[in-house]
């Protein structure tokens, strides 16, 4: 007689999943005070509001002369030079009847309507000058407060300074900004299979074991998404093992990474371990590859508070994508970010997809010469090479063919590891 089988629970959706993690990731890590030097990638907490105008006053954009657009009419016009402005100073206003020598930045004299770049100029011998073209009035002149006006919310909180964004908060005078403190974030790895490179030599590589590949890309994609990362190596296949070091974790950090051993085997350790020191939330979403993914929270044992578990799959590909595609916006929540997910862009399939899976899956793809998309030949979730040759990954809904020419969701790594 064959065993009653207990019915499977259906795989949760990824966009609920995603809902879930961000609603447990509301805007935790506390404010720090950084040097706009030192703020790329950090989180803006407040908004940078400027107290003043951008450019301050108007200015020169070319060497030349500034001049009243109506003394110079039919391109003839020759006037005296009754002033020099290099940048830096601040003129008096224009005689009537007469040009100013000006430079690129240097304020505009009042009276002044136009600068005439020099090369549609001649210096006389006398010292006048001969403007040989008819100035438009405002012609060359940056407005006072063009890029930004007094008392403008300039960046909003919550967004993740880049290095334009460093600029322009320098350009109002921020020489500090508001940003939300750094995750601390531990990261382990699982498997009595891995090996660490450069502990054993390739060819003294014991049978059955591996390079341990995940803990390479996971550190690096933590410390790009803002995060203080210890590396707590490699965790045996032991429940007592697990346990402990899951415990240690949680006492001094906000997240706790783990990947491999979150499966349904015998030596997966790590579901039952998390649910012995916290709880588990989410197990299992509908997506491909990545389906054993885990969240949910070790306590402290000094009672105060819990990290957040966050269990990614063994298999690198399943690894980096849920990484992507849950982590990330996770991580960029925790720190306040608003803007989360990454943004999508239409794209030609330059292949085809004939077997739609039960799961939403992430096809790895590069951009072709054409402009549209080839995929990787090996979609396994244990290729990583698939994950370094791509461009990115199609967003393919469960249950969806793709055929040639097909318009896909695709969604750029650059977007994803930014
Ligand atoms: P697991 O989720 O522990 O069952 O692992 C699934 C697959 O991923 C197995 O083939 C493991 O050997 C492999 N794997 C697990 N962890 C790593 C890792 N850190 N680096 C490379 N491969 C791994
Ligand atoms: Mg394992």
Same mark, same amino acid.
């Given at each position: ?47 940078? /509001?400027? #107290?003043?105008? !951008?450019? *301050? @006053? %108007?200015?020169? &954009?070319?060497?030349? +002369? ?128 891995? /090996?660490? #490179?450069?502990? !054993?030599? *390739? @060819? %003294?590589?014991? &049978?059955?074991?591996? +390079? ?137 399939? %330059? ?68």
């Amino acid at each position: 007689m064959q065993a009653p089988q207990t019915p499977r629970k259906p795989l949760k959706p990824l966009d609920e999943a995603l809902q879930e993690l961000l609603a447990h990731a509301r805007h935790q890590a506390g404010a720090q005070l950084v040097d706009t030097f030192d703020a790329d990638g950090r989180v803006l907490l407040q908004a940078a /509001v400027s #107290p003043l105008q !951008v450019p *301050p @006053q %108007d200015n020169s &954009a070319m060497d030349g +002369y500034a001049v009243r657009a109506a003394e110079c009419v039919g391109g003839t016009a020759v006037l005296p030079v009754s002033q020099r402005i290099p940048a830096g100073t601040s003129p008096e206003a224009l005689a009537a009847g007469s040009v100013a020598r000006i430079f690129t930045g240097a304020p505009v004299p009042a009276g002044a309507d136009a600068v005439v770049m020099q090369e549609d100029c001649e210096l006389l011998e006398d010292g006048r000058v001969r403007i040989k073209v008819e100035p438009r009035g405002g012609q060359w002149i940056r407005r006072a407060g063009e890029d930004i006006t007094q008392g403008a919310t300039v960046i909003e909180a919550g967004t993740r300074l880049t290095p334009a964004h460093l600029g322009l908060a320098a350009s109002m005078g921020f020489a500090r900004l508001q940003v939300a403190r750094k995750p601390r974030v531990a990261l382990f790895s699982t498997g009595d299979e891995l /090996v660490m #490179p450069g502990t !054993v030599a *390739p @060819q %003294d590589m014991p &049978a059955g074991s591996i +390079y341990n590949s995940n803990r390479f890309f996971l550190r690096a994609l933590l410390l790009r998404m803002g995060c203080e990362v210890t590396d707590l190596g490699i965790v045996p296949d032991d429940r007592e093992a697990t346990i402990a070091a899951l415990a240690d974790a949680a006492m001094d950090h906000d997240v706790i990474v783990t990947s491999g051993g979150v499966s349904v085997g015998e030596e997966d350790h790590i579901k039952p371990a998390v649910q012995e020191l916290g709880q588990l939330d989410l197990w299992q979403i509908n997506i491909k590859p990545g389906k054993p993914f885990a969240y949910g929270r070790v306590n402290r044992e000094s009672g105060t508070g819990f990290a957040h578990f966050i269990g990614l799959p063994g298999n690198p590909v399943s690894s980096f994508v849920t990484f992507q595609v849950l982590v990330r916006p996770f991580l960029l929540r925790l720190q306040g970010v608003q803007h989360v997910l990454p943004r999508a862009i239409e794209a030609r399939a %330059d292949f085809v997809w004939p077997k739609g899976d039960k799961r939403r899956e992430f096809l790895r793809v590069r951009y072709n010469e054409s402009g549209g998309l080839e995929l990787f030949r090996n979609q396994s979730s244990g290729v990583l090479t698939s994950t370094a040759w791509g461009d990115g990954v199609v967003d393919n809904p469960a249950g969806t063919t793709i055929a040639m020419g097909d318009s896909v969701r695709f969604i750029p790594f650059a977007e994803l590891m930014a």
